[in-house]
């Protein structure tokens, strides 16, 4: 079976919701919400997901949940903590 890129995208993302590529970006963020929640550090959990720039999870966190992973963690479990 051959089938255009184009037409196995629009295929993805009427299955999911979303392109493969958002769907691939949003699942270490989704893992990186988990253990934030579970008590874990920001820098802890960049480098559990993969990420070791300080800016790259910042970024990426950012912008899939609307605020800094420190932020996010304080919010949810009312701790104190620093950034990624």
């Known amino acids: 079976m051959h089938a255009h890129p184009t037409h196995l995208i629009r295929c993805f993302k009427q299955t999911y919701g979303l392109p493969p590529h958002a769907y691939l970006t949003g699942k270490p963020i989704e893992h990186a919400r988990r253990l934030l929640l579970d008590g874990r550090r920001p820098a802890e959990v960049a480098t559990t997901i993969g990420l070791h ?3 790259h999870p910042n970024r990426h966190f950012t ?3 609307g605020t800094t992973p420190a932020r996010y ?9 620093t950034a990624f």
């Open 63 to 65: 912008r899939n949940v």
């Open 73 to 81: 963690r304080r919010t949810r479990t009312g701790s104190r903590t």
């Open 53 to 55: 720039d300080q800016a």
